[in-house]
């Protein structure tokens, strides 16, 4: 070699040098995702702009650009593939355009969906043996036979508790209580411990050997619920509200809430569901949800509220809060009343259908106004469940007393599911800037039976979406399953219809109370951006934007234009979460 062209070539090494340190700083993961080209992909719709941001103006794009776990860039396929191929150093060392792949013909892309309020593990049992749609008790009954014939270990074991959920009173041909004899009349089911969740999960139905093993119950009134008796005032079974933690049974094993689990999450990610908040977690189901944190083990993004136990001290000042990759708990949740379907939903006035009682609530007001700001103070998110119209004028007194001079957005208080309001509290909403958690399915649950239990005048107050919109409050979806369907498209539809599944209503085909119908825009706002606001991760959720996480779910059709009664016959083609297919393919 020639010397004189030795000290170019050094210069020349030192220049090349100086460009790959420089390409490594600004680039740190350039080598890994040269070695891996699905951590950058653009993911880009044929038909134009069919990709819904959800960002502050509800734009669409054609495209997203997704490198590693978040969004990078968003925009056209021109200009994403001119930006990306063209001017990146990608492009430029190693010569490879980027993976452009594209949804399939009249397909849309959203967000990942989060329910507001669920219950994980409730769910998951359910599943078992699952009691939702039986018209009679003896449909019942015949359901928990058949469910002790198909398992011989229970058959043969009568000293196994069954464990089942779902049932709704409300839907059969009787008006009356179910009751421990109702089971013992059937031959297979007789002589066991049986618990029965209702479908609202505010009623025990339990057999005489499970009431056996319960006794002695009290005599006296159970504060907060009660206990349904004969005309001799012996139990005959059903327990409601807190009356339910009277009932004796053992603790579900590690191998059954896994079980359960893992039930649930097959569902959730084929619903398109990245993200739940589970609302309220007794302390062994949140101790089980943080050992999968521990392990990475966990499916989807869960936000936990921790369960209070009123019972004990308070403890918000001691309690750990958990900030974890895909599990956080920093809420509280707190019963104020029952439901509305076991009439224990706490009214100003008496129940329609049944003026000896105006329902219960579950917690005494004063202790209310004495929790809610401690759990504020010492950093908690306080979400309580308030159904009845005099359960949630007292959770807003006592919110209205804590936010005095408060910084409300740093707080982010939840009223969870307030179903019937006054006017009076609809208006207070807004200003206070309470977030109301709501699930619209049940609308279409309730509206078959709301207004004999209600009344014509009260009952405009149930479900009003829009009169809560108007107020400036920001509203949040979720389905409450185990109660209703866990699938998030029937959240969207029942919200923007308020008709049943098979499109009809009590007041017809436009929708029970159609004025009180969410928009689309809205409701998709409410299944994607607004529980990532109310769970305080806005910043990297809830909407297709650059730098925040790549959740989003692909959809076989447009929800946001096709006809209503084609959105449930939309499918999840596809669930991601931090770039990576969970459910489907991209």
């Given at each position: 070699?020639?010397?004189?062209?030795?000290?170019?070539?050094?210069?020349?090494?030192?220049?090349?040098?100086?460009?790959?340190?420089?390409?490594?700083?600004?680039?740190?993961?350039?080598?890994?995702?040269?070695?891996?080209?699905?951590a950058?992909?653009?993911?880009?719709?044929?038909?134009?702009?069919?990709?819904?941001?959800?960002?502050?103006?509800?734009?669409?794009?054609?495209?997203?650009?997704?490198?590693?776990?978040?969004?990078?860039?968003?925009?056209?396929?021109?200009?994403?593939?001119?930006?990306?191929?063209?001017?990146?150093?990608?492009?430029?060392?190693?010569?490879?355009?980027?993976?452009?792949?594209?949804?399939?013909?009249?397909?849309?892309?959203?967000?990942?969906?989060?329910?507001?309020?669920?219950?994980?593990?409730?769910?998951?049992?359910?599943?078992?043996?699952?009691?939702?749609?039986?018209?009679?008790?003896?449909?019942?009954?015949?359901?928990?036979?058949?469910?002790?014939?198909?398992?011989?270990?229970?058959?043969?074991?009568?000293?196994?508790?069954?464990?089942?959920?779902?049932?709704?009173?409300?839907?059969?041909?009787?008006?009356?209580?179910?009751?421990?004899?109702?089971?013992?009349?059937?031959?297979?089911?007789?002589?066991?411990?049986?618990?029965?969740?209702?479908?609202?999960?505010?009623?025990?139905?339990?057999?005489?050997?499970?009431?056996?093993a319960?006794?002695?119950?009290?005599?006296?009134?159970?504060?907060?619920?009660?206990?349904?008796?004969?005309?001799?005032?012996?139990?005959?079974g059903?327990?409601?509200?807190?009356?339910?933690?009277?009932?004796?049974?053992p603790?579900?094993?590690?191998?059954?809430?896994?079980?359960?689990?893992?039930?649930?999450?097959?569902?959730?990610?084929?619903?398109?569901?990245?993200?739940?908040?589970?609302?309220?977690?007794?302390?062994?189901?949140?101790?089980?949800?943080?050992?999968?944190?521990?392990k990475?083990?966990?499916?989807?993004?869960?936000?936990?509220?921790?369960?209070?136990?009123?019972?004990?001290?308070?403890?918000?000042n001691?309690?750990?809060?958990?900030y974890g990759?895909?599990?956080?708990?920093?809420?509280?949740?707190?019963?104020?009343?029952?439901?509305?379907?076991?009439?224990?939903?706490?009214?100003?006035?008496?129940?329609?259908?049944?003026?000896?009682t105006?329902?219960?609530?579950?917690?005494?007001?004063?202790?209310?106004?004495?929790?809610?700001?401690?759990?504020?103070?010492?950093?908690?998110?306080?979400?309580?469940?308030?159904?009845?119209?005099?359960?949630?004028?007292?959770?807003?007194?006592?919110?209205?007393?804590?936010?005095?001079?408060?910084?409300?957005?740093?707080?982010?208080?939840?009223?969870?599911?307030?179903?019937?309001?006054?006017?009076?509290?609809?208006?207070?909403?807004?200003?206070?800037?309470?977030?109301v958690?709501?699930?619209?399915?049940?609308?279409?649950?309730?509206?078959?039976?709301?207004?004999?239990?209600?009344?014509?005048?009260?009952?405009?107050?149930?479900?009003?979406?829009?009169?809560?919109?108007?107020?400036?409050?920001?509203?949040?979806?979720g389905?409450?399953?185990?109660?209703?369907?866990?699938?998030?498209?029937?959240?969207?539809?029942?919200?923007?219809?308020?008709?049943?599944?098979?499109?009809v209503?009590?007041?017809?085909?436009?929708?029970?109370?159609?004025?009180?119908?969410?928009?689309?825009a809205?409701?998709?706002?409410g299944?994607?951006?607004?529980?990532?606001?109310?769970?305080?991760?806005?910043?990297?959720?809830?909407?297709?934007?650059?730098?925040?996480?790549?959740?989003?779910?692909?959809?076989?059709?447009?929800?946001?234009?096709?006809?209503?009664?084609?959105i449930?016959?939309?499918?999840?083609?596809?669930?991601?979460?931090?770039?990576?297919?969970?459910?489907?393919?991209?």
């Amino acid at each position: 070699m020639s010397n004189h062209l030795v000290p170019f070539l050094a210069s020349w090494k030192s220049l090349l040098a100086v460009v790959l340190l420089a390409c490594l700083s600004s680039y740190p993961n350039l080598l890994e995702l040269y070695s891996n080209k699905s951590a950058t992909y653009a993911l880009c719709s044929s038909e134009g702009n069919k990709i819904y941001t959800v960002d502050q103006h509800d734009i669409q794009v054609q495209c997203i650009v997704v490198r590693n776990n978040r969004i990078a860039d968003v925009g056209s396929l021109g200009n994403i593939t001119s930006h990306w191929n063209r001017q990146s150093l990608w492009h430029l060392i190693f010569r490879s355009s980027l993976d452009v792949r594209f949804i399939p013909s009249g397909a849309i892309v959203v967000p990942g969906f989060s329910d507001s309020h669920a219950h994980i593990l409730e769910y998951g049992a359910s599943k078992v043996l699952p009691l939702e749609g039986t018209k009679t008790i003896e449909e019942t009954v015949a359901r928990v036979r058949e469910f002790v014939l198909a398992n011989p270990d229970i058959q043969n074991d009568t000293s196994r508790y069954i464990v089942g959920g779902g049932w709704d009173h409300t839907i059969w041909s009787t008006s009356r209580w179910p009751t421990a004899a109702d089971l013992e009349a059937d031959p297979i089911v007789r002589n066991r411990p049986i618990v029965l969740q209702s479908k609202d999960c505010h009623a025990l139905w339990i057999s005489a050997k499970a009431l056996e093993a319960s006794s002695p119950l009290p005599d006296e009134e159970i504060e907060g619920g009660f206990i349904v008796r004969d005309d001799h005032g012996r139990p005959t079974g059903v327990l409601i509200d807190n009356a339910q933690s009277l009932v004796d049974q053992p603790e579900p094993s590690h191998s059954d809430i896994l079980r359960q689990f893992n039930l649930a999450m097959k569902d959730a990610l084929s619903l398109g569901l990245t993200s739940i908040h589970d609302a309220g977690l007794k302390p062994e189901s949140l101790q089980f949800f943080e050992s999968l944190e521990a392990k990475n083990a966990l499916p989807l993004r869960v936000y936990g509220m921790t369960y209070y136990d009123e019972s004990k001290p308070y403890n918000g000042n001691t309690t750990r809060k958990i900030y974890g990759r895909r599990l956080t708990a920093r809420s509280i949740k707190i019963f104020a009343d029952g439901a509305l379907r076991t009439s224990g939903a706490a009214l100003y006035e008496p129940y329609a259908d049944n003026p000896s009682t105006n329902g219960v609530m579950r917690i005494d007001p004063e202790v209310l106004k004495d929790i809610i700001p401690k759990y504020l103070r010492d950093g908690w998110q306080v979400n309580v469940h308030a159904i009845g119209d005099r359960a949630n004028g007292i959770v807003l007194d006592a919110f209205e007393a804590a936010l005095s001079g408060a910084n409300v957005s740093a707080l982010r208080p939840r009223l969870e599911h307030a179903q019937l309001l006054s006017e009076a509290d609809m208006h207070r909403l807004g200003k206070l800037g309470v977030i109301v958690s709501v699930q619209p399915t049940h609308v279409i649950d309730d509206m078959w039976y709301a207004e004999e239990r209600l009344g014509p005048d009260r009952v405009k107050g149930l479900y009003a979406f829009r009169s809560i919109v108007d107020s400036g409050a920001l509203l949040t979806l979720g389905s409450d399953f185990p109660v209703a369907s866990s699938n998030p498209l029937a959240t969207f539809y029942a919200a923007i219809t308020r008709l049943s599944f098979d499109g009809v209503s009590p007041h017809g085909p436009e929708g029970w109370h159609p004025e009180q119908r969410l928009s689309r825009a809205e409701a998709l706002r409410g299944l994607t951006i607004n529980p990532a606001y109310a769970s305080f991760t806005e910043n990297i959720r809830g909407s297709l934007e650059i730098g925040k996480l790549a959740d989003f779910v692909v959809l076989s059709r447009d929800i946001m234009s096709i006809p209503v009664g084609n959105i449930l016959k939309t499918q999840v083609l596809a669930t991601v979460i931090d770039g990576k297919s969970v459910y489907g393919a991209i």
